[in-house]
């Protein structure tokens, strides 16, 4: 098995660009019902994650109660926050990052992003290898 057949490609999912507004990205995040979301470049490359505690902490920490609806997304992506995989990584390497993230984000070997990988879907998948070994047996 490999991170391809559990990928949910970008074209599937919503994730905000790193221009889009702190406005534009809290909305986006409330249509969805995510409490996390990727973040790319215009170009298409990976750029971070943001989730409901990043817009909290940038806005009560620059304005108060002044809601700032000129800041970009990229102003509040944490570095290090949610890092990508590429295509190839191991399926051990993926759920030991299932442990620490809600899905990962996957790029190609240029940086773009391609999709995300969810916990849910890399549980199941190791359920599912799981149970078809004890079949066999």
Do not use: W
């Amino acid at each position: 098995m490999n991170v391809l057949m559990l990928l949910k490609t970008k074209d599937t999912l919503s994730y905000l660009y790193d221009t889009d507004t702190l406005k534009q990205g809290l909305e986006e995040l409330h249509a969805q019902g995510y409490t996390a979301i990727p973040v790319i470049t215009l170009e298409g490359t990976y750029a971070g994650c943001v989730n409901e505690g990043d817009f909290l902490r940038y806005i009560l920490r620059h304005y108060g109660e002044k809601f700032p609806s000129y800041v970009k997304i990229k102003d509040i992506i944490r570095p290090g926050f949610n890092p990508p995989v590429r295509i190839d990584i191991d399926m051990d390497s993926l759920l030991e990052m299932s442990m620490r993230q809600n899905f990962i984000p996957v790029v190609d070997d240029r940086d773009f992003f391609i999709g995300i990988v969810t916990r849910q879907d890399i549980i199941k998948s190791f359920i599912k290898e799981n149970q078809d070994k004890n079949n066999e047996s």
